[in-house]
């Protein structure tokens, strides 16, 4: 079992749906949260980081940490055409300010159709 | 800024070459990191330097690739020989100490090996 799992999709829904992303994961240390977007040949992109359980919002954007099932999700709100990409979940332990590798899911394949 | 630049873009070789891909990091970041991404394992951290100094190279997949950091705005990652399943994406990143958690991706550089 890969350490970090995600549905690689791909994922098609309606613009202006909400759209739900997961990934689970099995090392209890991790503590540190982040979503990354990844345009077609292009590197990816850092879109939200959490720290630990908890929910953070930003803009149609809301990341969700739930570590007592080991369980993460991304939603968008009002999708649109532009957020048609790969997002990736990323993970590492929390390190106190040193830089850590982190550990990506495959990454899931999202298409907003219009 | 420019961001992280990354070369070559693509390269075409055959089975047997020495391979070497560069990256030079955004400027003040003292930490880098070298990813690789394929369909079949998403994206894995193969090694990654701290103010130069190589902190963790379990990733590396073989005694065939290698990697260096002469100096806090270049390095290198080398693969010799070259074989058809090292054919990915690489990625280079860089983070800045008590910086936000962002690590900054590069374009990639498209390795096929035939």
């Known amino acids: 079992q890969k350490e970090v799992e995600q549905d690689p999709g791909p994922l098609s829904v309606p613009e202006g749906a909400i759209v739900s992303l997961n990934c689970t994961y099995s090392?209890?240390?991790?503590?540190?949260f982040m979503w990354y977007r990844q345009y077609s040949r292009k590197g990816p992109e850092l879109l939200m980081y959490?720290?630990?359980?908890g929910n953070k919002e930003d803009g149609r954007f809301t990341a969700q940490v739930d570590k007592s099932s080991k369980y993460i999700s991304l939603f968008i709100r009002d999708s649109q055409p532009s957020d048609s990409a790969t997002y990736l979940c990323?993970?590492?332990?929390?390190?106190?300010?040193?830089?850590?590798?982190?550990?990506f899911g495959k990454g899931t394949h999202l298409i907003i159709q219009p | 800024d420019a961001g992280v630049i990354q070369s070559p873009r693509h390269e075409v070789t055959e089975m047997g070459q020495e391979v070497t891909l560069r990256c030079k990091p955004i400027?003040?970041?003292?930490?880098l990191f070298w990813y690789r991404q394929t369909m079949m394992r998403g994206l894995e951290l193969l090694i990654y330097?701290?103010?130069?100094?190589?902190?963790?190279d379990s990733g590396m997949p073989e005694d065939r690739f290698s990697a260096k950091m002469p100096n806090a705005s270049f390095s290198t990652l080398k693969i010799q020989p070259s074989e058809p399943r090292d054919s990915a994406v690489y990625f280079c990143?860089?983070?800045?100490?008590?910086?936000?958690?962002?690590?900054?991706f590069g374009p990639g550089t498209r390795l096929t090996v035939t």
């Open positions: 990323a993970m590492s332990p929390y390190s106190g300010g040193g830089a850590d590798g982190l550990t």
């Open positions: 090392n209890s240390a991790f503590q540190y």
């Open positions: 959490t720290y630990s359980s």
């Open positions: 400027s003040g970041h003292n930490s």
């Open positions: 330097f701290n103010n130069n100094v190589p902190i963790d």
């Open positions: 990143a860089s983070w800045i100490a008590g910086g936000p958690h962002e690590q900054y």
